[in-house]
């Protein structure tokens, strides 16, 4: 047996390679479900009642959605220019950090330009936490992937600091958090009495402005030059520099701003477990997507659920809840066979 | 190692050239017992084939020179003789014994050694152990170091292939590498050595002096398989020449009993007539390099104190063995470095900035070395890359925004004017030959009428079609105008088309050599560091 | 004045070599390990989750009853299992090598933390082994026995990739895969071994954290420990001397910084310190990143004959 580079990928093929792969998570999983001795067809089904079964488990869903987008687009965007940033866990903290600052009364602005400020803000500092990295790669050749990680903790420990020390509430009662935002900062609910807010309608709407860029511009077309081939996109002349700090500060913005708009739309003030690993669940939801911003909201879409359906299925069964975590990570690997068997004919001999 | 016998009588072309040889063969050759048989060996890549039915044979002690151009198939039969391809049908047989396909340690074990046309060296890992690797059982608790030692100096000294056991590859000259590869084969007692394009990356006493090896290596009963694509290394080394064309073994011949006509004709299957530069005028410089010096961070300077000169209406050659700056040269004009010392002027206006864009702009088309790695995006169509240089003109954006259609008619041009054969502007560029590719950047930066090309390697790999096609493209433009330098290692090409000559070695580069007043063997002297044949050359004139 | 005095009275104390020694251990397991990966050509960003799995599957196995040393192996086991899914998918199918390990990283982890919830669904303290005991051997700054076993693992695989045929073979597919493979080695397998053997080395690592430094299984107890031997084997210039002196520099540095806070603790809040570890190994890639000499096929898959 070996592996033949198809000379053109269908676009069914495109499209069922990620529903392979979830085929085959969901059956490897079903081994784990099995042996904690739960029957696997009734957890399953539990899992998509919790995820999509009723109109609250479908806004729980799509608010778990919206950090999903944005960090998937994040590592979509520096994947897409070989950017390896693994860090978007880090700048979702700055984002949120930046929202709450500018966000917590310190700022006397209207409504309708407070939480674009917020928003905005977030994104800067998400984006700038990234330009570190990427400085150092495209200056003293530093690999991004070790040093995207290892901020991801200096950010976490950055954070407690502040929420121990300058922006801890004094209304807390001790718990290390922040003050709340004023309510001019916060985004407006999609659906009355529940949790889903605008966030949602700005990372689709991110999704899709993504897409027209990568296709339609000579921005998109320098990040994809540059992301398959560096060398020829310098010699023929495009800013490969330039390329890859831009490209550090919008996946670090995207970050930042999934963060913000958790703080702004959701939590409404900053704990150190705001995000539970969005930033990590992005990379899988990129990969999901095949680094295609419309496919992101999609695999996000599919990771959401996967959670919340996890949350409600190990409230009634004796599953751990860790099994979203098992059933993502085992995904993304999947994920990654498929896209091979989609880029690649497998041939005898 | 005993000196040929003095001349004796014989008849024909061979008196001068192979006399120690012809006697040797007239006693020995029909008791030679066959080592290598290749049957009907055919290989596809997709809708190519590369090799169509195949059958050779090889003796003990012969040399079988493997001729063809370019894409004839030469390498990839090579490679499925030593396993590193599987072939679709037909069988290898190696001392009587078959060969099992798709195993490079199958034909390690069955005696069979090759010389890469890329050398398949670890830089960073010494001589020895290069050679070492993988000839003593995997899990054993030490290496023999010392025994390893002294057989490669033995065999070092026995053939004449001096090395240095402890440096790393990575600080040899191209000759040495190529030596250490030898070694490596012997090494493991090869009994047939297949040598890949050997004489590509060699001056031409290096290739005299590689040629000297193999005579003492088939005195010792060694087969060699010696695969060329020039017609004067066959007669200087083989006893018997094959003759591959698209695939197909056309003939196999003694080569005592062929003429370079002969060859050439089944070599290439057509009339190719190469195209002959008429004499021009140099106009004024369009490139000037005054003691022009790139440093490298360690070690001696890429360029050093180099000075060049091209004007219109001419070609300038630069000829050396790689790795002497030619590399540093060629990025100072494609504007991706600038120099650390001395001067770089383009039309009279100094150069200042790295700024390949600019250089553009400017009026300099780039052909570059590595098409593959620099000149094209492979996963990218044909219009992205047709347009590459100049997406930010007004002609294919507007606001940032791409004019697609407008690009795509660009490219359908230039599809049509540089015959590049492909299904159309949205095809996948990797999809492309080698040929086609090439194509494909000079109708990227020829079509916008250049005052200067720089011309790296631009013909290397290509078939002799593609080759003649270039050729043709950069004395149209020296007609209309454009200067022309031209980065070879092909010291043949070179001599087809430049109107000057300049050797490059150890970052020096030697003043303009006229073509007419300077032989291959003065060129290859220069090329190996004797500059005192300058004065030679000067008399002359 | 008095403060450089405790200073100095820290750096001769038995007390904080002793710490060192302790810390760095498994610093030095996880940066061996990554190490022989990496030689071989293969980057393993698995190490995080191998070394979660390789804490959490040692300590559970001498939770259920097993023997300390049957432990060990267990989690060497674990860790050489993980290594063969990171080698399958980068090795014969050349998966992203970035990619493929933060998925078996994400993987490792979320198994090590659904194993020990599902096994201990309502532990509110984690419950407790008796670990390692140190070895009080004379001027041996009294060790546990996994502390012995990588200083001699580190002597036995500088032995391994410099002295013998099995090194040379994968110190050659990470240089150059088609030269090995042009000298009849099978890159794949050299390949694959030597990810397996790494990764075994990285579950080692885990286990000593929850076998010898501490007695119990938490979550995020590797809190970026492996990612910090990826930078470490930057630094060692993927020598297995140097990443002992640097596994022993940073620890250094990391038990002077406990000190420091509890001196200084008030002056400076304890996440400052915390920071330390993570800033300066980024402090030290930047140093030696100009003139890294990466094993020049690393993250470059080898796929036999294509073209």
């Known amino acids: ?349 | 190692m005993p000196s040929n016998p003095p001349l004796r009588s014989g008849g024909g072309w061979c008196r001068r050239r192979r006399v120690g040889a012809t006697v040797r063969k007239a006693m020995t050759n029909p008791i030679q017992p066959v080592v290598l048989r290749l049957t009907g060996i055919t290989k596809r890549f997709g809708p190519l084939v590369a090799n169509d039915g195949i059958s050779l044979t090889l003796h003990a002690g012969e040399v079988l020179a493997l001729l063809g151009e370019n894409g004839a198939g030469k390498t990839t039969l090579m490679n499925i003789l030593f396993g590193h391809y599987v072939a679709d049908e037909g069988t290898v047989e190696a001392f009587g014994h078959p060969l099992p396909p798709g195993s490079p340690k199958a034909a390690l074990v069955a005696g069979i050694g090759m010389v890469h046309q890329h050398f398949t060296l670890a830089d960073n890992l010494s001589v020895l152990d290069n050679v070492a690797v993988g000839t003593e059982p995997l899990w054993r608790f030490w290496s023999d170091r010392a025994a390893a030692r002294r057989r490669l100096l033995e065999l070092a000294d026995r053939f004449g292939l001096g090395v240095r056991p402890d440096a790393p590859v990575g600080d040899l000259s191209v000759g040495e590498r190529q030596r250490v590869e030898i070694l490596k084969a012997l090494y493991r007692d090869a009994r047939i050595l297949i040598l890949d394009e050997p004489t590509a990356v060699l001056t031409p006493q290096e290739a005299t002096g590689l040629f000297d090896t193999l005579r003492r290596l088939t005195a010792d009963g060694l087969a060699v398989v010696f695969i060329s694509h020039k017609m004067h290394e066959v007669f200087a080394v083989s006893d018997t020449v094959a003759v591959l064309r698209g695939g197909r073994l056309v003939a196999t011949r003694a080569t005592a009993d062929t003429s370079r006509e002969e060859l050439a004709e089944m070599m290439v299957g057509r009339a190719v007539k190469p195209p002959t530069p008429t004499p021009m005028v140099p106009g004024e410089p369009v490139l000037e390099l005054k003691d022009v010096t790139v440093l490298s961070g360690h070690g001696r300077p890429h360029l050093d104190g180099a000075d060049l000169t091209v004007r219109r209406h001419q070609i300038v050659g630069i000829a050396g063995v790689s790795g002497n700056g030619q590399t540093a040269l060629a990025d100072l004009v494609s504007g991706l470095i600038v120099p650390d010392g001395g001067t770089l002027a383009l039309k009279g206006q100094p150069v200042r900035a790295a700024d390949a864009a600019a250089m553009v702009r400017r009026g300099v088309a780039r052909i570059p070395e590595d098409r593959h790695a620099a000149g094209l995006v492979g996963s990218m169509a044909v219009w992205e890359n047709l347009i590459a240089e100049r997406y930010r003109d007004p002609a294919f954006q507007r606001w940032g925004v791409l004019k697609r259609a407008a690009a795509r008619r660009t490219a359908e041009e230039a599809i049509r004017a540089f015959d590049v054969r492909c299904p159309g502007p949205d095809a996948r560029t990797q999809l492309l030959s080698g040929g086609n590719m090439q194509k494909l950047i000079l109708g990227r930066t020829l079509a916008y009428g250049p005052d200067l090309i720089l011309a790296s390697q631009p013909t290397r790999g290509l078939d002799v079609g593609a080759v003649s096609y270039v050729h043709g493209r950069l004395l149209e433009a020296r007609a209309a105008g454009a200067g022309v330098l031209l980065i070879s290692e092909d010291l043949d090409e070179i001599l087809a088309v430049a109107d000057c000559i300049a050797v490059v070695y150890h970052g020096r580069i030697t003043p303009l050599l006229p073509h007419d007043r300077v032989s291959v063997r003065q060129l290859g002297l220069l090329m190996a560091g004797h500059w005192d044949v300058l004065s030679e050359i000067a008399d002359a004139a | 004045m008095e403060n450089l005095f405790t200073i100095g009275d820290v750096l001769v104390s038995a007390a904080f070599w002793t710490a060192v020694l302790r810390i760095a251990t498994p610093y030095v397991l996880g940066t061996l390990g990554e190490l022989l990966c990496e030689r071989a050509g293969v980057l393993n960003l698995g190490i995080e989750g191998i070394m979660v799995l390789g804490a959490m599957s040692g300590w559970m196995a001498v939770y259920q009853g097993a023997d300390l040393w049957a432990g060990v192996l267990v989690a060497m086991a674990c860790g050489a299992l993980m290594g063969l899914l990171h080698a399958a998918l980068t090795v014969p199918l050349g998966l992203s090598q970035h990619v493929a390990g933060i998925g078996v990283t994400l993987l490792g982890t979320s198994l090590s933390y659904f194993v020990y919830r599902l096994v201990l669904p309502q532990a509110s303290t984690p419950p407790t082994i008796t670990p390692f005991q140190p070895l009080d051997l004379p001027g041996s700054l009294a060790q546990t026995p996994l502390t012995y076993l990588a200083a001699v693992l580190v002597a036995a695989v500088a032995y391994v990739l410099y002295r013998t045929p099995v090194g040379l073979a994968v110190r050659m597919v990470g240089e150059n895969p088609a030269a090995a493979e042009a000298q009849g080695l099978n890159v794949t397998a050299v390949r694959m071994g030597a990810v397996m053997a790494g990764s075994a080395l990285m579950g080692l690592a885990g286990a000593f954290l929850t076998l010898s430094a501490f007695n119990a299984f938490f979550f995020n107890m590797v809190n970026g420990r492996g990612w910090i031997c990826v930078a470490l084997v930057v630094f060692a210039s993927w020598r297995p001397g140097k990443a002992l002196l640097g596994a022993l520099l940073f620890a250094a540095f990391d038990a002077f910084q406990l000190r420091l806070q509890q001196m200084a603790g008030g002056v400076l809040p304890y996440q400052v310190f915390l920071m330390l570890p993570y800033l300066l190994s980024i402090l030290a890639l930047v140093l030696v990143a100009r003139r890294a000499a990466y094993p020049r096929a690393l993250m470059v898959p080898y796929r036999k004959g294509e073209r």
Request: with cysteine; charged share 10%.
């Open chain 1, 1 to 349: 047996m070996r592996l033949e580079p198809r000379t053109h990928t269908p676009l069914a093929v495109r499209i069922l390679a990620p529903m392979g792969a979830v085929v085959a998570a969901l059956a490897l999983c079903a081994l784990l479900v099995a042996w904690t001795g739960a029957p696997v067809l009734t957890a399953y089904g539990l899992l998509v009642e919790g995820a999509v079964g009723s109109r609250f488990a479908l806004t729980e869903t799509l608010t778990r959605a919206t950090p999903l987008i944005l960090t998937g687009l994040a590592a979509a965007v520096a994947f897409r220019t070989r950017l390896w940033n693994i860090g978007a866990e880090g700048q979702l903290y700055m984002g949120a950090l930046a929202a709450v600052v500018l966000g917590g009364g310190m700022l006397n602005l209207p409504f309708w330009l407070l939480w674009p400020v917020v928003l905005l803000g977030g994104a800067l500092a998400g984006g700038l936490t990234l330009l570190g990295p990427a400085v150092l790669k495209v200056r003293f050749g530093v690999d991004e992937v070790v040093t995207t990680l290892l901020l991801n903790f200096v950010v976490l420990l950055f954070v407690s600091m502040l929420l121990e020390g300058a922006l801890k509430d004094p209304m807390g009662m001790g718990w290390p958090q922040s003050a709340p935002v004023v309510e001019a900062a916060e985004l407006p609910k999609l659906v009355a009495r529940t949790r889903l807010h605008a966030g949602l309608v700005i990372a689709l709407a991110l999704a899709v402005l993504l897409w027209l860029i990568d296709t339609r511009t000579i921005w998109g077309y320098e990040n994809r030059a540059v992301g398959a081939n560096p060398r020829a996109a310098a010699f023929a002349g495009m800013p490969v520099t330039r390329v890859m700090l831009r490209t550090a500060l919008l996946s670090g913005g995207l970050a930042g701003l999934a963060g913000a708009a958790e703080v702004a739309g959701l939590k409404g003030y900053l704990t150190l477990d705001l995000s539970p690993g969005f930033g990590y669940s992005g990379i899988v939801v990129a990969m999901l997507a095949q680094l295609h911003p419309l496919g992101v909201v999609g695999a996000a879409l599919f990771i959401a659920g996967i959670f919340v359906g996890a949350d409600a299925m190990s409230r009634a069964m004796p599953v751990p809840n860790y099994i979203a975590d098992v059933l993502v990570a085992t995904s993304l690997l999947c994920m990654l066979v498929a896209g091979l068997l989609a880029r690649y004919r497998l041939r005898r001999g």
